[in-house]
């Protein structure tokens, strides 16, 4: 199959090196202490967070730092084919494991020990890269949510067809089966805090692979912000100042 | 960052499932004309400054007319996005072309990606099909174009639709036929090229039998496809693709794997305008009728006898051996036990262009030029095909091609239209060009991006590439190379030496090809492509340029080369103590021929290193050899013949079977062993994806001629493995000296080929090399004329670490789709080489009618067919005068494989040794063939 033709397009118009749109809306879970839906083309993801607050069983409560805790699902409307997934499913404890391990890692958690932070994604619509799309949603709840953070974390993913590096694989993409390495960075300190890769690639593709995802993972860092300070500056308006 | 332009973003929504894609709509796409001044970026801009009209295509057009747009009159053609993902998911091979010329910098077409434009992204309306949402989308560019460019230019729309046409018109784009856009260019040779209407619409007024009155159904009617598809799964149908008898063009098989078995279709008319390679559905016909045979059902009297050819070197060119024709009335058992059918629809076509040339007929008068003419193809198995012409008096004598457009039911045969000539018929280079396109085997010379690959000449080993650290020093070895007289592409070399512990060190020293030819670059493309040299009588066709083939590469005499060595210790007895693998530099000391070789061997007086080597070598080949026979590899013998050619004129002077020496089994038997070395490690180390070579074993139904055949003489065959048979035959002797090798050629021709394989596709036990009784093999020994040599160095320099192994090893399908393509190339490059011999012999005979032995291989109803040792050849020897089928006058005995004349005075039975005349004749003008008679 051809994923780029030989004019240099994919099959959704975009070429090698370009991303989805992007768009974000803060805010749309109001009983939340934060939340944010993130659109990477038609993959939509809604992420709310609550907390800093009480730790409800506690066990689990850790005496130095705060208890981070992710629930990610898939809306059965998520897919377009009417199919209905349990929750909990091994692929659903995976990805809650890697969103919360990439949040914790840049929650300053050590500021609010003996609390928890509660942190929901929830899969609305999926085109390939719901990953990402997750742990940039989280980032703007958490942002919203007034939580500290060490640097925003956002994600992105590259992939590799046609012998060609390509940049935030749609579904149709993802689905060839080729390489598809999933990237969470820190953009300030320029630090890698995620990658996945489920296939085999030569250490020199995977190299010019990964620095494409990390590429488009500081692209997005940079809209988050804009997005953030787009919201900062609504609310000192709401607040009149 | 990363894209800065903003694209609006429309969904499009799919049927029964909802899918919503998104496309993303751009202002980045540039019309492609160097003249335009609102296009900045200009890089892939073609279309000249001086063009007064611009074409824009429909997908028909560039489907049905690809040999008019392959003409360079016509020019400054856009094609757009939506119409070449029509054509690709139409027909890959047009689609193949078309790219050519958009890549071919000498021509100026130029894409325009519209699905993709801002402002010619079209949406589908409701209740619109597909094809008027993609017409319109034409439209709608074709407008954009012309407003885009402005009026200085035309931009016009070819369009064969009468309704898109009318729409274009109305909308104010300019839009023409091709056959008139065609005329308009004065260049009337160009209509040729037009691919003739099917006849419902014929425009042009037509003669012959084509009068309306005169039209009758000649052919059943194909089943639509809604209702082929139901057949298919209700099982009425089945589904495969046609294979037309080399041999006996009314005789196809359709592989089935519904009913798991081979269904024979009879005549024309049962094949119902199929032609070779088309995927058909086939309904099988009732079991009464099975038994038709081949005179029944041809629907016109072509003069259908067979040629004098080359004698099979495996089952793959040999001819299909159907129920024996035997004459009806004495026929006891009339019904078949294999399922005969009939072609009820075609599901996919095979047609592209062919090679021949027109049947010979008188000019027409009072026809302003324009005559029909039937054309008929070298390859046998495709009907003739009718062509229109107004150069017919210039065609006549030619070799042309011609590609298919169309068959409908009421004519005999196909319509087509005149692509271009090749040469005088009969003429040593254009019958030589014609074997090679036949063979689809690219002759020309290596681009200029190819031959930039190559090192700076004149190039020799440099201190660099002795310093190199995986590269060992073996300048100090005594090597040699044996290979045939005058081979300039020296692959192989050798070296023997005695240890002090009375072992043997035995190197093989292949030429370095991969350190020259590197993975993605376009000598690397162009050699994938090529996959192998093709080697003529007069001629070779190389797979990399000539300077690495005759110089760099090859192992030559007396200079340091580098090489990719694999080095034994062997005991005496030639066993395989350790096994090494390294890239080396090597000095070889000779370069010798088989001859030489064998002299030197032969002569006592020699002591020379060179000779001793040699000798110590032999010793341990022969020993080698026995032990593989022993395993139950085949000693098949085939009966190559060799010319000897005119280096002025290049007209062959002398014919004869090809010598095997001892020399050439020692080299045979080190480069098998090489190769079996190089198999298992390489397989070790990347169990996924190496490519090997595999041979299968043959099935009982290919072995039945040759067991039918041995019945008869009364040699009872034990086929149940290769050591089985390889035993029975070594028993095969007779009082007949040449029996047993007659035996062997006629086993080879039922074997199947061996064929390239990676092995992620397959599991072990089908590795298996059957010929060589080798559980698993490959090619390692001749990088510079095989490109899987090439690949397989790559895995080996990967398996000892020296090198990575290239991404495509990743790639299983396209892996796959490599070794597919190699095994194409191979089986081509020999069907080329097979068609030179073939040329070169009827060239031979032509003033030389000979007298000669022949054996019997084959009976037929009317003769049978012989094979002539001496010249490599087999062809039909007729007792009964043509046209007269058998006339009851002879009988075949099916059993005793003998033809009996009725008042039982004459028999000849098979195997029989006859005496026979060759003579080149000319029945037709133009036509010569080469005849055989009894004597
Ligand atoms: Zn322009």
Redesign the interface.
Known sequence: MEFVNPEGLRLDGRRPMEMRQLRAQIGAVAKADGSAVFEMGNTKVIAAVYGPREVQNRSQQINDQALVRCEYSMANFSTGDRRRKPKGDRRSTEISLVIRQTMEECILTNLMPRSQIDIYVQVLQADGGTRSACINAATLALADAGIPMRDLVTSCSAGFLNSTPLLDLNYVEDSAGGPDVTVGILPKVDKVTLLQMDAKLPIDTFENVMQLAVEGCKAIANYIREVLLENTKQLEYRRGL | ???SKT?N?K?RGGRI??????????DDIYCGALFCKSCEDKSKARLTATASTILILDTNVVLNQIDLLENPAVEDVVLL?VVLQEVKNKNSAVYGRI?NL??SPARRFV?F?N??HRDTYVQTMAGESPNDRNDRAIRVAARWYQSHLGEAVKVLLITNDRENKRKATEEGVSAETIESYVKSLGQPALLDLLVQPASEDVIMEEVEDMRPSKRKVVYPEHKPMSEITSGLTKGIYHQGKLRVNRYNPFEAYVGSESIGDEIVIYGRGNMNRAFDGDVVAVELLPQDQWHEEKSLSIVDEEDEEEDVHLVPGSSDDAPRTSIPVSSSTFDTNPVSSRPSGRVVGIIKRNWHSYCGSLEPMPMPAGSGGLAYALFVSKDRRIPKIRIQTRQLDNLLDKRIIVAVDSWDRQSRHPSGHYVRSIGQIGDRDTETELVLIENDIDARPFSAQVLACLPPLPWSVSSKDLNESNRVDLRHLCVFSVDPPGCKDIDDALHCTMLPTGNFEVGVHIADVTNFVHPGTPLDDEATQRGTSVYLVERRIDMLPKPLTEDICSLRADVERLAFSVIWEMTPEAEIISTKYTKSVIKSRAALSYVEAQARMDDSRLVDPVTKDLRNMNALAKIMRQRRIQRGALTLASAEVKFQIDTETHDPLDIGMYQIREANQMVEEFMLAANVSVAEKILKEFPECSLLRRHPTPTKEMLGPLLRTAAAVGLNLDVTSSKALADSLDCAVGDDPYFNKLIRIMATRCMTQAVYFCSGELSPPEFLHYGLAAPLYTHFTSPIRRYADVIVHRLLAASIGIY??P?IF?DRPQLTSIADNLNYRHRNAQMASRGSVELHTLIYFRNRPTDTEARIVKMRSNGFIVFVPKFGIEGPVYLTMRGDKGGGEWFVDEQQQKIRKMDGSVSYSILQAVKIHLEVLEPKPNRPKLQLTLL
Not at chain 2, 17 to 26: A, M
């Open positions: 960052m990363l894209h694209f973003k969904t499932q909802k899918l919503v894609r998104e496309v993303y709509l751009r996005s790219r958009i890549d894409v990606s699905e993709f990575k192994l991404t990743r």
